[in-house]
């Protein structure tokens, strides 16, 4: 089933119930679920990928923030002790050759006893703290998913892994443009600061009412399309490099892990 | 040649001056070396342990903040076109299965095609946002190494990568604790904010004169002692997990990049 935004009232739900609901097969955007607590993407590759992953992100750390990597073939990780990486988000992506050829709600059939998992911070992770700075949510209240493209600025490769780096953007009222750098700014493992503020046609973006991820954001009057590197940059190089085998979340339906986005904040 | 802080009145060098001199030969702490420019730990590995280094590194970031991998074999960086990772270090350690079996001026003679080389942020980069902020670097100012030691904290490990973390430790008057932390944080690649102020005993550490690596350095009455996670943790792990080859810096003789302080600011 999906479930809106608006709908569902989460805000009062732990991080572990919002992981039971997805386990039991609910599929939404986790945008606005489980406040105060972290989102990752994930990426699942055969362990002859993982050097090359991990590299990859740490040449291109905005888009890449690494948050935990599993050993090969485990299901688990440090970030929520108990839940299960196959089962526990709302929905997943499956690609051969860089081919999408599934999205399902849960991956234990595709599972392999070779993939190394790679939890990425997600830029849901500041919207707590940017709303609490006022920053409007504009895609919460709208009950949407987040925008995201694909813009022409190339990553910084690894071996066989190569890609564009990919955007979330959120658009801001002029007046809070500051109080929305500086607080993801705080926060580097969850994307920092934006890469990019204003017009979108310098990171290759022709209609922002057309993301390659997501759904279409409507902006306000004067709101200024602010744009944080996004964590779907490993699913484009995925797309781009054409591993064998490789599991994804499905774009903004991410992992809600148990720690504390105050756990990101450096300063 | 061995040159003290004291003596050499490097303010005005270049960070490529200084490489310069230290391929020449000129062996010294580069404590207070090229003001403003980022200086690094230095590990490289065959690269069949390279993805256990990174994982390590990945999951100990404070101790091991990764700034640049070179492809397997390269001696180049990004962090200072042009350097040369054999040589422009003043002094560098060359270890088999976790002893040391040499401590030469420059490597060209040990270098293997299947070198993978980290450059692991240095707190020594930090110091400048320190000295600016009011907080007195003592070693310096005493024309000393800093001084760094080994604490009873694990590391958590990677494969057959583990290791206790090292710390450096800097004598901060207490009305200057504050800006030494809010400092370091904003400054999360080159180790960040403190892991432990005060006693010394909470890391295992029984003499403060006595320390593992560097000078004894001395304090003034008052003087809090304050720790922050040293690169020379990865040198730890090389000792502990004894990789069959390794060459590291030498403790406290960093490579000095190009890279300006500030880059690593993230507010």
């Known amino acids: 089933m999906n479930v809106t935004t608006k709908d569902r009232g989460t805000t009062g739900k732990s991080s572990r119930e919002a992981r039971e609901l997805f ?10 679920w489980a406040p105060g607590h972290a989102q990752a993407n994930l990426l699942s590759v055969p362990v002859d990928w993982a050097y090359e992953v991990l590299l990859f992100c740490q040449r ?6 690494v948050l935990d990597v599993t050993d090969a073939g485990s299901w ?33 059939g595709h599972w392999r006893g070779d993939l190394v998992s790679f939890l990425i ?37 690894a071996g066989r892994l190569h890609g564009p780096m990919v955007v979330s953007m959120r658009p801001v009222p002029p007046d809070l443009l500051s109080a929305a750098i500086r607080e993801s700014a705080l926060l580097p493992d969850v994307h920092g600061s934006p890469v990019h503020c204003g017009e979108p046609a310098g990171l290759g973006i022709a209609d922002l009412g ?27 190089a ?30």
């Not at 386990?23 to 606005?32: I, K, L, M, V």
């Not at 591993?243 to 992992?255: D, E, K, S, V, Y």
């Open 238 to 267: 995925v797309m781009a490099s054409r591993p064998p085998f490789a599991i994804t979340h499905a774009p903004g339906q991410m992992f809600i892990t148990d720690a504390r986005d105050e756990q990101f904040r450096v300063a």
């Open 60 to 65: 291109n750390p905005k888009p890449c923030p």
């Open 76 to 108: 688990s990780t440090l970030l929520a002790p108990g839940a299960d990486l196959r089962t526990d988000l709302p929905g997943y992506r499956v690609w051969q050759h860089g081919e999408l050829v599934d999205e399902p709600t849960e991956v234990t």
């Open 121 to 157: 911070g997600c830029s849901f992770t500041f919207e707590a703290a940017l709303s609490e700075a006022g920053v409007p949510m504009r895609h919460i209240e709208q009950g949407r998913n987040v925008s995201m493209y694909t813009t022409r600025r190339p990553c910084r490769p």
């Open 210 to 236: 057309r993301p390659d991820f997501g759904d279409p954001v409507e902006a306000e009057p004067g709101d200024v399309p602010v744009f944080w590197a996004c964590g779907v940059t490993l699913q484009a």
């Open 23 to 32: 386990r039991a097969g609910t599929r939404s955007t986790t945008a606005g």
